[in-house]
């Protein structure tokens, strides 16, 4: 296996690293990918490139690229555990799990997320309310450490190894296969009903309603609005179904080439904003959607990324608790509103119980998400929130963050301490490393 040097570029657009990559196909290729490391060299693992943020690169670091590494190992119908590879995508996981009538417990915002990327991100869905973290599903994961050797880890074996690869940022080692218990379900549409929301205080009316009784809730809010009409958007709760349909595959269009930096202002997002803002009639409506479409509706969009033009964007998600969410999303918003930072893609959605991950992001209750273009004060205002988040006693979402302090992270993950303390056992020297954790000073060495 031969290394290729590589710029790692974020999904964002906004960071990039120049490492040497390597693309492994089996196991023995990464463990000599490790153990033949030199001493001062760092290592990260890298999926589908669907991070934002700078969790999955390190500068003049190493790069596993996972990607070919995606095997359905074993399937046990009775169980309902699938093992597979890191490199499997939540999309080509649905496509093997769908034919069989089960369907993944908990899916992220698009498809091509890889499993591994999954699990070190400890991804949500729009169901975190009844069902959890992707962490929650997960049985054993099989983990190459920095000294080559190959440890399964569960909730009795290696139970401090498990808890903090569950959304451990790739910091623990690399993994090799995971043992994911799926959700026996046969279904391949989703029933939703969908309700315009006048204002913040409707949304969050509608969604500390519907958290617990609808499999799945989400909402779109319309970031651009101020006044009476802040917090405007569209809130959908939806049931899984099984449809008597024959439906052709979706074919994704694409965006050819980077936009330039002005294609997205806040005249063409409000434009858009309204259009899509009155797509859903006054008194609501109820509609019948593909599994993939509702769970992936950017997906058919390849490179919307370039959208943002050569400098990129941010994406900001945190997460309020529910006592203060009400008052911290309203002022956040309000923030967002007066800088006129256009963004289209801003989600609300509701939490449930924490993660059980030591760096899992979520928690009971309130999360906002939305891009924010890199540039016009678009670091200043994405700081900003970092600290309006912690004001308010809430956390950012690592795999999504490039503007957090290390010393506001300290305040926002209580498990950290015990997190370094399964660094410093499995990995004293460090050879497991990325930007995020440099700039974070996850290792206290």
């Known amino acids: 296996m031969k290394p290729k040097e590589l710029t790692i570029t974020s999904w ?35 999926g589908d490139g669907r991070n934002y943020g700078d969790l999955g690169m390190r500068q003049k670091g190493r790069a596993i690229l996972s990607r070919r590494m995606d095997r359905f190992l074993s399937f046990d119908e009775r169980s309902g555990v699938v093992a597979v590879e890191p490199g499997i995508t939540f999309a080509e996981l649905y496509a093997f799990t769908s034919a069989r009538g089960f369907l993944p417990p908990v899916v992220p915002g698009t498809g091509f997320v890889t499993l591994g990327g999954g699990v070190a991100s400890d991804i949500h869905g729009k169901n975190h309310d009844n069902q959890g973290c992707l962490g929650e599903h997960i049985e054993w994961l099989d983990l190459i450490l920095a000294s080559g ?43 939703v009903r969908e309700w315009r929301v006048k204002d913040l205080d409707q949304f969050i009316d509608l969604m500390q309603e519907h958290r617990k009784s609808a499999a799945y809730t989400v909402g779109w809010v319309d970031a651009l609005q101020g006044g009476r009409m802040l917090g405007r958007g569209i809130f959908q709760a939806a ?33 858009f904003n309204a259009i899509y803002y009155r797509r859903v009639p006054i008194k609501g409506r109820e509609r019948i959607l593909g599994y993939e479409a509702f769970h992936h509706p950017l997906d058919k969009v390849l490179n919307w990324n370039r959208l943002y033009g050569k ?101 926002m993950y ?32």
């Open 12 to 46: 964002g657009r906004s960071r990039s690293a120049e490492m040497t990559a390597f693309r492994p196909e089996r196991l023995s290729a990464v463990i000599n990918a490790i153990r033949e490391q030199s001493e001062d060299t760092r290592i990260i693992a890298c």
């Open 149 to 191: 050797e190959l440890v399964r880890a569960t909730r009795t074996e290696h139970s401090e190894l498990f808890s903090a690869t569950i959304g451990g940022c790739g910091l623990t080692g690399v993994i090799s296969a995971i043992g994911l218990k799926l959700q026996k379900l046969r279904a391949n549409a989703v029933r």
């Open 239 to 271: 049931e899984p179904v099984l449809v008597d349909w024959h439906r052709t595959r979706r074919i994704p269009c694409s965006i050819p080439f980077t936009c330039p930096d002005v294609t997205l202002n806040r005249y063409s997002v409000r434009a």
């Open 311 to 411: 400098k990129g964007f941010l994406q900001f998600q945190c997460v309020l608790p529910d006592e203060s969410a009400r008052i911290g999303i309203r002022q956040m918003l309000e923030r967002i509103s007066n800088a006129r930072a256009a963004s289209f893609l801003g989600v609300l959605k509701t939490f449930g119980k924490e993660g059980l991950g030591d760096l899992s992001f979520p928690r009971s209750g309130v999360t906002l998400s939305l891009d924010i273009p890199a540039r016009d004060g678009g670091y200043e205002l994405v700081k900003c929130l970092d600290a309006m988040t912690l004001d308010h006693g809430g956390r950012v979402y690592l795999a999504k963050d490039v503007t957090l302090t290390a010393e506001r992270f300290v305040l």
């Open 414 to 445: 209580p498990k950290l301490d015990k997190f370094r303390e399964t660094l410093s056992r499995y990995d004293p020297t460090g050879v497991f490393d990325s930007d995020l954790a440099q700039r974070l000073k996850i290792r206290t060495r």
